[in-house]
């Protein structure tokens, strides 16, 4: 049958989650370590939240501007910025908040600069879009970050840039001054600066710091599946400087009409109980120093310390130039699910896998002592 949308590769995380499911119907223990969802669900008072609003509604097509002035409370507390509800769009999910982006501000044929190693679902989506993703090796020596003087070097200028820090999937950051030099060089050469933050609440050195803490004109992308342990409940937000509110407002609405009225209402609880989430950050850092210990011992070599997010982005060239085989083999024979590197970068993520942080501790001992058997064989 006819179709005539660009074709894109698979989120291969994807694919390796519908296999250890299926391994795992068929009776088969599985350490969950692909994709990245905590396993630890939303705090109690979300669900208690979530409940009440099953029960009392709304039931309908419904935007929370309860749960936008919770957002604008957010920002001054974690930030000491102000950001006005109008500004803020409730999306479902980041993901959703990426298509609209995408779309609203690129024509087709535009070019978007990335990080690579970087989320997979930027390149996939803008290509999807008609929309030319420029990756950019950004490697060990820049911390895998895509920073101002990389940007400044890409010649002719791109329409857009994406950012993440925490960046997936090396959980590296940029600070503040790094952030501002980007707000320059976009400034500079008018590129549209798009920040996802979606990361940001999961760090272990220091806090994350938000665009918006050094430029209006960012247009910065955050979500409730990370920090609020929130994933399946489709839910996210947009911030975007006072010219675009209109336009975005009209491709999210028209793309996705509202964002999951349940959630909504669960999640202006959640933005309440940061310290029972900050709770879970103690176990991630647990888990991160084992990984960060054992693994090497094991000949599997974390390329930096990440200082957020809840990924470990290793180099398993011991082992095998093509991570999906090993990924997959690795699977059916122990149970360990990782995501393979090619799915972060498909030129050179041959020898690497991403492992996901925030399982249990006893997982994560699990995990280590399949493994050593494993590469023992
Ligand atoms: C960097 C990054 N951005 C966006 C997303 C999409 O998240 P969601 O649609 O669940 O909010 C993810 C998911 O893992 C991610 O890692």
């Known amino acids: 049958m006819r179709s005539s949308g660009p074709d894109i590769v698979p989120f291969y995380a994807g694919e390796i989650n519908r296999r250890a499911a299926a391994l795992s119907r068929a009776g088969q223990s599985i350490i969950p370590m692909h994709l990245g969802q905590p396993t630890r669900g939303p705090s109690e008072a ?29 920002y001054r507390e974690w930030y000491g910025v102000e950001v006005a509800p109008e500004r803020i769009l409730l999306t479902n999910g980041a993901s959703a908040a990426l298509v609209a982006v995408f779309a609203a501000m690129f024509a087709t044929g535009e070019r978007i600069a990335l990080a690579r190693p970087g989320y997979p679902a930027y390149r996939n989506t803008l290509t999807a879009l008609g929309r030319v993703p420029v990756e950019l090796d950004c490697g060990a020596a820049s911390r895998y970050r895509l920073t101002a003087s990389v940007l400044a070097a890409l010649d002719p200028a791109p329409h857009g840039v994406v950012v993440a820090s925490p960046a997936n999937p090396t959980g590296t950051m940029l600070d503040a001054a790094e952030l501002q030099a980007l707000a320059d060089e976009c400034k500079r050469r008018d590129i549209v600066f798009i920040s996802d933050e979606i990361y940001h609440g999961v760090t272990y050195r220091g806090r994350s710091v938000s665009a918006l803490e050094v430029t209006q004109d960012a247009i910065v992308i955050n979500s409730f599946s990370k920090f609020c342990r929130m994933p399946g409940w489709r839910l996210g937000w947009l ?15 028209n793309f996705f009409l509202t964002a ?13 109980d940061g310290n029972e989430l900050r709770g879970a950050i103690i176990e991630y850092a647990r888990n991160r120093e084992l990984l960060l210990r054992e693994l090497p011992k094991l000949g599997i ?23 999906l085989e090993f990924c997959h083999q690795l699977l059916e024979q122990t149970g360990i699910a990782l995501a393979p590197g090619v799915d972060f970068d498909p030129v050179g993520g041959g020898p690497f896998v991403r492992f996901f942080t925030a399982v249990s501790t006893h997982e994560i001992e699990q995990a280590l002592e399949r493994l050593e058997k494993w590469l023992a064989r």
């Open 46 to 74: 979300t669900i208690a939240a979530a409940q009440r609003a099953l029960v009392a509604g709304p039931n309908g097509y419904w935007e929370s501007h309860e749960l936008k002035e919770r957002l604008t409370e957010h």
């Open 239 to 253: 911030v975007v400087p006072p010219p675009l509110i209109e336009k975005l407002q009209m491709y999210v609405g």
């Open 260 to 272: 999951p009225n349940v959630a909504q209402a669960a999640a202006v609880a959640a933005l309440g």
């Open 301 to 323: 070599l974390p390329v930096v310390e990440p200082e957020g997010a809840f990924y470990i982005y290793a180099d398993v060239s011991r082992y095998t130039r093509s991570s």
